[in-house]
């Protein structure tokens, strides 16, 4: 009897929880895809590769992400840099980018690895394909435009937030990437051309504080 009255008082539970929940006032699940889950800031999601403000291209072909890359999943070629146009400020421009998706485990050490900030990550994380060859990703399309626009592989569906790609910065903004407090408040990271927030994150306290103050409103 002992194990039959557990189970019904574990039942009650459960059957009280999905009462609440089909009634609606303990709803907890997003109604995706019309409704899309608020990313945190520092979501690993798709890689784009950045230009300086003044349009010029950040990669220089050096091949550090790729040799940082755990899973082998990068391909870069640099070539030099046309002295009556370059494309990069540096000698070198990468005129070879290609990123396998399928093998990508989105851990963020190519950004780390990355000397000129070229490549950051967005929070957009919708990715199908209906072939291997989709998947890799070439640099035309991971290459923002002069104006900041990053291309999206689904332009045309309805359903997709465009504003994911423009949010390529997130968890970059942390200010103490050693660990060092006399990197609080100070700006880490060179702006793009795009709309991206690169203004350093606040401290911790006021960041506790404004995450209390969000959960008294709710």
């Known amino acids: 009897m002992g194990i039959v009255r557990e189970l019904i008082k574990g039942l009650r539970v459960t059957g009280r929880t999905m009462l ?7 709803l907890v699940t997003t109604r995706y895809p019309d409704e899309m889950r608020e990313k945190p800031q520092r979501f690993h999601g798709r890689h784009v590769l950045n230009r300086y403000a003044d349009g010029m291209e950040k990669c220089i072909g050096c091949e ?10 990068i391909y870069v070629r640099g070539s030099d840099n046309d002295p009556e146009s370059p494309t990069s400020p540096g000698e070198r421009f990468g005129s070879v980018y290609e990123i396998n998706m399928l093998r990508c485990i989105f851990c963020g050490l190519c950004v780390e690895a990355c000397p000129t900030e070229a490549i950051t990550m967005t929070r957009l994380f919708e990715m199908s394909t209906t072939s291997r060859e989709e998947a890799v990703y070439t640099k035309e399309t991971l290459l923002m435009d002069e104006s900041g626009q990053v291309p999206h592989t689904a332009p045309g569906d309805k359903l997709a937030d465009m504003g994911e790609l423009a949010a390529s910065g997130g968890w970059m903004r942390a200010t103490a990437p050693a660990g060092s407090a006399a990197h609080e408040g100070v700006a880490m990271w060179s702006p793009t051309p795009g709309p991206e927030e690169w203004r350093p994150e606040p401290d911790q306290e006021t960041r506790d504080s404004t995450a209390g103050e969000a959960g008294d409103d709710g």
């Open 20 to 26: 609440r929940t089909i009634g609606g006032s303990e």
């Open 64 to 73: 550090l992400c790729a040799g940082a890359c755990p899973a082998r999943c």
